[in-house]
């Protein structure tokens, strides 16, 4: 219960407010509720209709799925883009291949590149939450290619 001097949310059953001390009013036992008539069907319609992520929110959960997990571009699976997804996988699993294939000045090239591969996947995750959330149309993969859903 809302303290209506200060503000402050009390417990419901509580008599005087905990942070100013005022006296709380008494709650009315007699007023009733409403009450929601929609089927369940409907109830789980409006649910799903409703955007419950904010862009942060969204652009942060795909930054840390991207961040922390071995293969390249899951966060595009969290976004729902997953042609995107298999195109950044296929391309990490080249590099990979590569890596372990090839020793000394290859290799070390390789690794800068796989590096490099891994941030580029990780900021292409957040960019597209971003363009997802806003509604724009998505960024093209390294600039180049045009790859939608």
């Not at 036992?29 to 089927?39: A, G, M, Q, V, W």
């Not at 372990?100 to 390789?110: A, D, M, N, Q, R």
Request: a positive charge.
């Amino acid at each position: 219960m809302k303290c209506p001097e200060c503000g402050y949310d009390n417990l419901n059953d509580a008599t005087r407010c905990n942070l100013c001390g005022a006296k709380l009013p008494k709650k009315d036992l007699t007023k009733k509720e409403p009450t929601d008539n929609r089927s369940i069907f409907q109830k789980i319609k409006d649910f799903k209709d409703t955007p419950r992520d904010t862009p942060k929110t969204a652009a942060l959960i795909s930054l840390v799925i991207g961040l922390f997990t071995p293969v390249f571009g899951c966060g595009q699976i969290y976004l729902g883009y997953y042609n995107r997804f298999l195109v950044e996988a296929i391309i990490s699993a080249i590099i990979c291949k590569i890596l372990v294939s090839y020793t000394g000045i290859i290799k070390l090239i390789f690794q800068a590149i796989y590096l490099i591969w891994f941030i580029y996947t990780v900021y292409d995750s957040y960019i597209c939450a971003q363009a997802k959330h806003k509604q724009h149309k998505l960024p093209k993969l390294v600039g180049l290619v045009n790859i939608n859903k």
